[in-house]
């Protein structure tokens, strides 16, 4: 299986911060590679797909970049409502497998 | 709206089953594939299998292989996941969640189903 690591695994941050998470694979993933915001109690939520694209809907304070095993999310300007945890996920190969979360909190 | 629905908390003993429905609405059933991704209390995501609800095609993780079940009725647009022989560490809240169409992302998902395997 594809091992999945996420760094920091926590993040102190405050509004307005510019903030980078990275995530990288175990063997190249060529793009395969999501990134999903959860917050407490709530089903994932997808925000970036193919390393780079913005799903409909989600802020352009997101934003995604990366290729084979390095990849990172970025978001640009904190607001209170992106203080959650962020997982990756690759499905370049089965079983598709994701990240152990980076869980960002206020500082 | 797009959605998915799932089913209600169950409660089970262990080496017992449990399956868990998905009834999509807003959206062509046939159309996207469905996953099906579980969480551990405190824990992060973990991905079990995925089945094409146009021709009933499915691929399952390894680890549940011979465990799991996933099928569809199309005449309901409800998917279903059936596991077996469960564990305490089956123990978690399992979600339903469609594919982005022409990719392998999961874009809507349901509202999540906790299964308590407890003796």
């Known amino acids: 299986d594809t091992q999945m690591t996420q760094s920091p695994s926590s993040l102190s941050a405050s509004v307005g911060d510019r903030v980078t998470i990275t995530c990288r694979a175990s063997q190249s993933i060529s793009s395969y590679l999501n990134w999903y915001q959860q917050k407490p109690g709530k089903a994932p939520k997808l925000l970036i797909y193919?390393?780079?694209n913005l799903q409909s809907g989600v802020p352009s304070r997101f934003s995604g970049s990366g290729s084979g095993t390095d990849f990172t999310l970025t978001i640009s300007s904190l607001r209170p409502e992106d203080f959650a945890t962020y997982y990756c996920q690759q499905f370049y190969s089965t079983p598709s497998t994701f990240g152990q979360g980076t869980k960002l909190e206020i500082k | 709206q797009v959605q998915l629905v799932q089913s209600g908390a169950e409660v089970k003993k262990p080496g017992a089953s449990v399956k868990v429905s998905c009834r999509a609405s807003?959206?062509?059933?046939?159309?996207?594939?469905i996953n099906w991704v579980r969480q551990a209390p405190g824990q992060g995501l973990e991905w079990m299998g995925w089945?094409?609800?146009?021709?009933?095609?499915?691929n399952y993780a390894q680890k549940l292989q011979g465990r799991v079940t996933m099928t569809t009725d199309t005449s309901t647009s409800t998917a279903y996941m059936d596991l077996r022989s469960l564990r305490s560490d089956d123990t978690a809240i399992y979600y339903c969640a469609r594919n982005v169409a022409g990719y392998d992302a999961f874009d809507i998902w349901g509202q999540g189903t906790m299964v308590t395997v407890s003796s």
């Open positions: 089945i094409n609800p146009y021709n009933g095609n499915r």
């Open positions: 193919a390393a780079s």
């Open positions: 807003g959206y062509t059933f046939t159309s996207y594939g």
